[in-house]
T-cell receptor
């Protein structure tokens, strides 16, 4: 069974530029999560989707971050404009259902904002 | 919100040694996972263990939900066990995971 796929793996941009990340969850997984991991910390949830609806986006900086999950499968996370403090690893995860069960993580996208 | 504390923060072992990592959490949970984050940043699932005991090779885990803690045991450690071990808990309807600060493990040959 294929795991969670993410691209790109690395991205370097200058502040005030925009960037987008892509995630393809495990086939059949209804719930998709985006986490942000700053160096030296544990991952922090940004947004959670159940199919193509948002379940939790309470920690998403909505003035600059946006995410969508069209058709309930793939998802994109966008930052516009980027700030220096957005430098982090962005992790996508999926689970079979919301509310319980194992979350499986992708390899992440390392973002460096200069 | 739920607080998650892990101990010890850092651990250095000689190859072949055993170790116990601890995770304390502040409220009842319906999800608890242990992860190993390797040097390349990949989060690898070790256990989904909201309660009870599980074993997988040299690793085992126990969660005592009523006392709000979980333990991860690593036996006969190898250099490939090096990395950061995270405990993450989830509660409520959304299964949102709250991660601890991790234990940085270094296994020396």
């Amino acid at each position: 069974e294929a795991g969670v796929a993410q691209s790109p793996r690395y991205k370097i941009i200058e502040k005030r530029q925009s960037v987008a990340f892509w995630c393809n969850p495990i086939s059949g997984h209804a719930t998709l999560y985006w986490y942000q991991q700053i160096l030296g910390q544990g991952p922090k949830l940004l947004i959670q989707f159940q199919n193509n609806g948002v379940v939790d986006d309470s920690q998403l900086p909505k003035d600059r971050f946006s995410a969508e999950r069209l058709k309930g499968v793939d998802s994109t996370l966008k930052i516009q404009p980027a700030k220096l403090e957005d430098s982090a690893v962005y992790l996508c995860a999926s689970s079979l259902e919301s509310g319980r069960g194992t979350q499986y993580f992708g390899p992440g996208t390392r973002l460096l904002v200069l | 919100g739920i607080q998650v504390e892990q101990s010890p923060p850092d651990l250095i072992l000689q190859e072949g040694a055993n170790s116990t990592l601890r995770c304390n959490f502040s409220d009842s949970v319906n999800n608890l996972q242990w992860f190993h984050q390797n040097p390349w940043g990949q989060l690898i699932n070790l256990f989904y263990i909201p309660s009870g005991t599980k074993q997988n090779g040299r690793l085992s885990a126990t969660t005592v939900a009523t006392e709000r803690y979980s333990l991860l045991y690593i036996s006969s450690s190898q250099t490939t066990d090096s990395g950061v071990y995270f405990c993450a808990v989830g509660g409520g309807a959304t299964n949102k995971l709250i991660f601890g600060t991790g234990t940085l493990l270094a296994v020396q040959p």
